[in-house]
């Protein structure tokens, strides 16, 4: 019942939305969004009390096809509903000072966005997967597009098209998969584990998956899209994309190539691992160089989610483990500095490196929380981002102790180019003396204090989500290994 | 039987009306018809009624029956609401869609070849004098000539083939041909392998493939917009259920040996169609290179010859139609507003007409195979059909396709949504706008609910 609910609400919402006058759009949306957020906290609770009944939900869709609408959560799509439950709010809110033409189209997208993203984390059909998959593609691009900045039409057309093809060759190998399937074909994908397929085979496969995953994650050398969509979306569509939708990809990774096509990976993870980290290592170094802030965090995110997906291509209980709670932190450290920007554009009218400094001086309150997320943001212990990046290098380093040594430059680096920005931006001189700035407003204080207690509570108790994912994460492994050496199970 | 009596007979009572000033009655005698004719098709659900040995209303002819016939229904409604009294012809282009219909119901139903020849004759006549319906305009008349020089062609190569098919086999039955092929392993002979191409150029003339496909954007771009809409789905969808079951019926024996050559046809059709439409300005030339990339991805179910193929040549008959019909409708209204058909007319159309804009969109997203669409289902269906017999690399080369279509399919939508126009108010008759409602809701829900029409065959 939890699990449905949490697609229909969006949905109802939606609906509401459309026929509500547009002046009470905002309240509506963010009312909408809180009350999925309670009910994931209490599917949450659910899931403590091992009551895993109503996690779960499955209908036929249509039966011809072998197809279901079979949704359920374990404890890492668990992580993952959380976590989007948890961003929607803030990034409803988050929209509150900016004026949005036509509200009530902007936030019925933004509602089916989040039926998209739900779907895709709880779905336990292959097809359904596909389907909500891209159905994130259609709200977010036109959130970007129709609300987005100069430019925004092209570059989000390629997105989208960057995007859409990279889907479809997932497709061609979940129709392949299906009718590998015995007997009257099935898209149930715990079938799709069961499945034993020649090295060969695999190793299509896992391209087809993998380069679906890799343009939304985005790996280099498919991240071409990432920066500039980042930078001409409007503040609530890169924190979409920024904070939920590249955890699809993750996400997809995790679900689809490690148990079923466990020999394509061990042929192919070297060349795949390498792509990472040279993600990782070429984004930070762009990052460094920028001046316009939202396009250093793009990058910087890149280079954050190159490390874990290196983590998940490593295959161990530490990179897998790290890689879902650094999904959580990150979503969490991104949409605050994303939000953070947003607030020093709103006050100084500019984001750019050149002509801001010395914000701490006259937004203390802004100073101090920047501080912390960054702090999050690079992995510094005690927080949140420290638990994460210390998990994937030590899966890393199991896997490889030289995969290890060089994605974990991005802890340097990633020092190097926040506190760069730190230091420009908010210590320093003021460069604009005329700008009469007003620190950190109530409701802002309420998005932010928020985040940035999340940010030091999991640093200091990552358990409360480790412990979630632990078992799932066992059991994923446990086929993984059994399916390698060619004995089914699970 | 009775379908065909009642479509010739409201088509000519239509016809009649108008010299008796009867211009009224003309919508409810046609729409009426229409409907007794659907609902006669519908009685034969399941019976597999033959007629004459010549026609078989099996369930497969009657779906399609049922697929055209709804679309002759959006048809003739739209018609109505935008031609009533500006065109003195109006009794008499209803009345020829009526008469265009029998044709389209021998031509999914046909069991012997000559049905097949006369069924497209009777569709094609009709269609040749739609598209000369404005007779004044120099670009229809191109476009009415063209159709018909090149018509005639492709008929004289169907006919050829038919000619030497019962030449080599002693009849025109399909049962018969099949029964020959199979007993005699004959698809080698130099006769029935002309015979079988001539037919295959011939149909595969109508269904607009490439390399037959030169006629298309002429003649789609100079026909009436509606008229256009009506040829890109009727008479394709038409034409196609012709061909599938002229192979399944007729020549499955001999499939395997022509499925490269479908298979060829098929990735050629969809790389110009998609290329092309690429480079057009004119929206509806667009559409018109994009119904040609269509009928390649139908022939790619056609060619894996499987038992999914006649649901996957139907389902995707049903979304493409739907979604053809829509855009075509809507290039329309917006054609005789402002008299052009370039993208630039879709500028603002979210702010002076939301609904043509959404239901636009919608159309747009199907034709694209986008989810949750019909049209996403559709491509499913055919991929899958593909992959079923391990014809992976064509489906590769028909993703390739999809994303390429993206980019044009996109060009209105983003014109209509993102940039800025003239935003005074577009007035719609309610009939029309509940019907473009309807189509879109229908293309959603078939897409949301593909198991409902999977029972279909």
Redesign the interface.
Known sequence: MIAITLLLLPVIFAIILLLAPAASSRRIALIGSIISFSITAFAYSQYLQEDFTKLNFDVSWASAFGIRFNIGMDGISLILVLLTALLYPVIIASTSRTVISNPKAFYSLMMLMQLGLMGVFMAKDAFLFYVFYELTLIPVYFICAVWGGDRSIPITLKFFIYTLAGSLLMLIAIIYLYFKTPGSHTFDIQAFYQLTLTPVEQGWIFWAFFLAFAVKIPIFPFHSWQPDTYTVSPMAGTMLLAGLMLKMGIYGLIRFILPIVPLGLEDWVDFAMVLCIIGIVYASLIAWQQQDLKRLIAYSSIAHVGLIAAGVLAANTAGLQGAIIQMFNHGINVVALFFMIDIIENRYGTRWMDELGGIAGQMKKLGVLFMIVMLGSIGLPLTNGFVGEFLLLMGMYVFNPWAAAFAGLTLILGAVYMFRLYRNVFLGEVKDHKMTTSDVAGWEGFILIPLCAIVIVIGIFPSILLNVSEQPVQQLLQFMNDHKSGVSGL | MMVLIILTAAGILAMFASVFNGRSVVLPVSLSGLFAAGYFALLEWNTNTTYFEAMRMDNFAIAFTVVCLFAAFVFLLLYHYMHYSSDVHYAEVISIILFSLAGVVVMVSFTSMLMLFLGIEILSLSLYILAGLKKKDLLSNEASLKYLLMGAFATGFLLFGIAMLYGATGSFMLSDIAYYLGLHKAVAEPFIVTGIIMLMIGLLFKVAAAPFHFWTPDVYQGAPTLVTGYMATVGKVAAFAALVRVFQLGFSPALETYQFLFAAVAVTTMFIGNITALYQKSVKRMLAYSSISHAGYMLIALMAANEVTNGAVLFYSIAYTLASLLAFAVVAILQQKSGSDEVSVFNGLSKSSPLMSITFAVAM?SLAG???TAG?FAK?YV??AA??DGW?WI??LA??N??IS??YY?APV?AS??KKGNEEGIVLATPVKVLLAIIALLTLLIGL???SL??LI
């Open positions: 997203l986008i989810p949750p996403f499913f991929f899958s992959i079923s992976v489906t590769v993703i390739i999809s994303f993206v980019y996109f983003i949504y993102m609910l593909p198991g999977s029972y």
